[in-house]
């Protein structure tokens, strides 16, 4: 099964508006920002989910070498990079645990899950978004875009992810 991004937020086509639209950025909405990003067997992160929690406004990821912090941000753009690129799989990108490597390991699951949250308190949202998820323990509405993959050995050069 190839690695796909899977929205959950809309089926519908979305289009961006004309250069010289006189949109009228006052009357927005609230902002939406990332709320969580849950990571599993991507990287340095293992099988069992590392959730990274962010608050609205600016963010920083600190710790020791090592830590996750660009797995953490590779993760991030490897669901929304505009360079196609940088948006492909690869094998590096599977976690691979003690005694374990690309030779030794015949499938593997791996999720990058992240969820949205929007800074308003009123219950209308952008259009863009059909498929919003209601959080009942904060009455918010929420967006998850979620990436799911599997890699599988291949007898070929290039294994299946």
């Not at 949109?23 to 991507?42: C, H, L, P, V």
């Not at 996750?68 to 360079?83: D, H, I, Q, V, Y």
Request: aromatic share 10%; glycine share 6%; proline share 4%.
């Amino acid at each position: 099964m190839p690695a796909k991004n899977r929205f959950a937020s809309s089926n519908t086509p979305f289009t961006f508006p004309a250069k010289n639209s006189n949109i009228d950025f006052s009357k927005q909405r609230g902002a939406m920002y990332i709320e969580s990003i849950a990571i599993r067997n991507f990287r340095c992160f293992g099988n069992t989910p590392v959730s990274i929690l962010l608050k609205p406004g600016t963010n920083a990821f600190v710790g020791t070498n090592g830590a996750g912090k660009t797995a953490a941000l590779e993760a991030l753009k490897r669901l929304f990079s505009s360079n196609s690129t940088d948006r492909q799989i690869r094998r590096s990108d599977v976690h691979f645990g003690p005694g374990e490597d690309a030779l030794t390991l015949d499938r593997r699951e791996f999720v990058i899950d992240v969820l949205f949250g929007f800074e308003t308190a009123e219950t209308e949202v952008s259009p863009v978004f059909n498929d919003l998820f209601f959080n009942a323990a904060d009455h918010s509405m929420k967006v998850r875009i979620m990436l799911e993959g599997v890699y599988e050995k291949s007898e070929s050069i290039e294994d299946n992810i």
